[in-house]
């Protein structure tokens, strides 16, 4: 009997053991990814560029088509929708509109299509200067704030992961981004080239490498 009696307190001593352990280690907090304990926030913003706008000529200086260019290589590398040039309404009657011209001209001029640049018109106060203003969106990655140590034990009998755990490979990934909108929705793919697959096509019906050309390395391992 009393046998019997020691068994049974031994499989309930395992039971409330094991019970104990199920409780402490598989809580829903354990259940969730890196990605979900330190999620990558992605936000729109507007980036803009002013050019003063001279009432007594409409050619752009030197440094405005500079500063234009380097504006339309970050456009075609990181903008989102229309490149948008906003002139003020009846600046020198259509001084204003030709100065607009002449950028949209120069936007063109550096790898800007026509389709992506539109134009809108804003009303100025009377001592406020002229100003065109040519804006874009994109969008900027920031992920969660590392560093936090509360809760955090020298010792963790548990082996559970810590609360910045996956923290700063999420930062790198944010910082890593080229296109942080690719979060949001897939990039579009661009059409093949029909002509390359054709001439791959003909290069192996007649019998011809397909191959791309390549140079032989010597390499030499060091005794």
């Known amino acids: 009997m009393s046998n019997r009696i020691s068994t049974l307190t031994v499989v309930s001593a395992l039971a409330l053991c094991v019970a104990g352990c199920a409780a402490g280690f598989n809580g829903p907090e354990h259940a969730m990814t890196v990605a979900e304990t330190h999620p990558i926030s992605v936000d729109s913003q507007v980036v803009t560029l002013t050019i003063d706008a001279d009432a007594t000529t409409t050619d752009l200086s030197d440094r405005d088509q500079a500063r234009l260019g380097a ?19 009846g600046f ?19 790898g800007v299509s026509w389709e ?28 969660s704030e590392c560093g936090i140590w509360s809760g955090v034990r020298s010792r963790d009998y548990r082996n559970m992961r810590s609360p910045n755990y996956g923290c700063a490979m999420q930062n790198n990934i944010a910082a890593m981004l080229s296109d ?10 661009t059409p093949r080239d029909a002509m390359s697959t054709a001439r791959a096509i003909e290069a192996y019906r007649a019998g011809e490498s397909t191959s791309s050309a390549g140079e032989d390395i010597d390499a030499q391992v060091a005794d």
């Not at 456009?75 to 490149?83: A, I, R």
């Not at 020198?92 to 550096?110: C, P, T």
């Open 116 to 143: 992506a640049l539109s134009g809108a018109t804003y009303r100025t106060g009377g001592d406020q200067g002229d100003q065109l203003i040519i804006s874009y969106t994109r969008y900027v990655a920031t992920a």
């Open 180 to 189: 942080p909108h690719d979060l949001i929705a897939p990039a579009a793919i």
């Open 71 to 89: 504006f339309a290589n970050a456009y075609l590398v990181n903008g989102h929708g229309p490149l948008t040039i906003t002139a003020p309404s």
């Open 92 to 110: 020198a009657d259509a001084d204003g509109h030709e100065a607009a011209a002449d950028i949209r001209q120069a936007l063109n001029d550096a």
